[in-house]
């Protein structure tokens, strides 16, 4: 029940095309859905977040859409560049537990020219 | 805002011999801090909580003896591995939760532990 289903495992995406990645998750007790950029040899960066009140979330060029129903939250990239390319991670945590983040396993995001 | 730093951000170190790993949120008070361990092309594997104070909280299968957690403040953490093994290398990550509505975790940029 703790698990954070994402997918896919890697991707490969070109310059200016739109990167989706998704997650899913089965505990209804999160609350707090971050997502986590992380380069080789780096820590991972705070991208962007989402609460489960809100739909979608948009920060520049990254958007989250949040399917409470479903238990499902993706991230977009629009306009993709090679910089973009990364492992991403979702995450989710209860923020009155502990604030324990359980990741999800991992996408390597690749964006050619 | 919100930076955490680590050091070092490698260290190699000889089998038997102890090495330590401090952590720093250099901008803001961390309520909580967490060390992560994380192998080649795998996601972070959490291995403790640390609450400036108080004792750490290890996750399941993660031997408290070997890795020890001091928060001394509310700003510094440190990790030191005990009497490692080559078994023991891997990229440890620490994060710091800062306090407000939502508890953003931020993490360090990490610490590559060879032991030979």
């Known amino acids: 029940q703790q698990q954070v289903k994402q997918s896919p495992q890697s991707l490969i995406v070109q310059k200016g095309g739109i990167s989706i990645i998704n997650c899913a998750y089965e505990n209804t007790a999160f609350d707090y859905f971050p997502w986590y950029q992380q380069f080789p040899g780096k820590g991972p960066a705070l991208l962007i977040a989402i609460r489960p009140d809100v739909s979608e979330k948009k920060e520049g060029r990254f958007t989250i859409s949040f399917n409470k129903s479903a238990k499902q939250f993706s991230l977009h990239i629009m306009d993709s560049q090679p910089g973009d390319s990364a492992t991403y991670f979702c995450a989710a945590t209860t923020t009155g537990g502990g604030n324990k983040l359980t990741f999800g396993t991992g996408t390597q995001l690749k964006v050619e020219l | 805002g919100a930076v955490v730093s680590q050091h070092p951000s490698w260290v190699i170190c000889k089998s038997g011999t102890s090495v330590k790993i401090e952590c720093r949120s250099l901008d803001f008070q961390a309520t909580t801090m967490f060390w992560y361990r994380q192998f080649p092309k795998q996601s972070l594997m959490l291995m403790a909580t640390?609450?400036?104070?108080?004792?750490?909280?290890?996750e399941q299968g993660v031997e408290k003896d070997k890795f020890l957690i001091n928060h001394a403040s509310l700003t510094l953490s440190t990790l030191t591995v005990t009497s490692a093994h080559p078994e023991d290398s891997s990229f440890y990550i620490c994060?710091?939760?800062?306090?407000?509505?939502?508890?953003?975790?931020?993490f360090g940029p990490g610490t590559r532990l060879t032991v030979t």
């Open positions: 994060s710091a939760t800062r306090q407000g509505p939502y508890y953003e975790q931020y």
């Open positions: 640390s609450n400036e104070g108080s004792k750490a909280t290890y």
